[in-house]
Nanobody, 120 residues
């Protein structure tokens, strides 16, 4: 059973920064490094969208809407994934979820989500 525990989030003014974290406290290291790790977000009334991902070999990808502002990273030893969010905009307001994904059966595990609110 995979448990993902998120922290971070909150309210910030436009242009501010937040860092989200996602921990897998029960996962052994040999499992942790096998996953593609993702950050998703979902605003009210909108579909959940993939924001960023990082592969086991640390290749990263970003949605165009956050490219240059957000950075995904991971700490393999401590089994944590981070999303550093800079230059935040009101349209970044959403519930943010981390997810661990592994083939072959599209295995996906989700964190509980955390609210990010960007407003003046």
């Amino acid at each position: 059973q995979v448990q993902l525990v998120q922290s971070g989030g909150g309210s910030v003014q436009p242009g501010g920064s937040l860092r989200l974290a996602c921990a897998a406290p029960r996962m052994i290291l040999s499992e942790f490094w096998q996953y593609v790790m993702e950050w998703h977000r979902q605003a009210p009334g909108q579909q959940r969208e993939l924001v960023a991902s990082i592969t086991p070999d640390t290749n990263t990808n970003y949605a165009d809407s956050v490219k240059g502002r957000f950075t995904i990273s991971k700490d393999n030893a401590r089994k944590r994934v981070f999303l550093q969010m800079n230059s935040l905009k009101p349209e970044d307001t959403a519930v943010y979820y981390c997810a661990f994904v592994r083939p072959p059966g599209d295995e996906k595990h989700w964190g509980q989500g955390t609210q990010v609110t960007v407003s003046s």
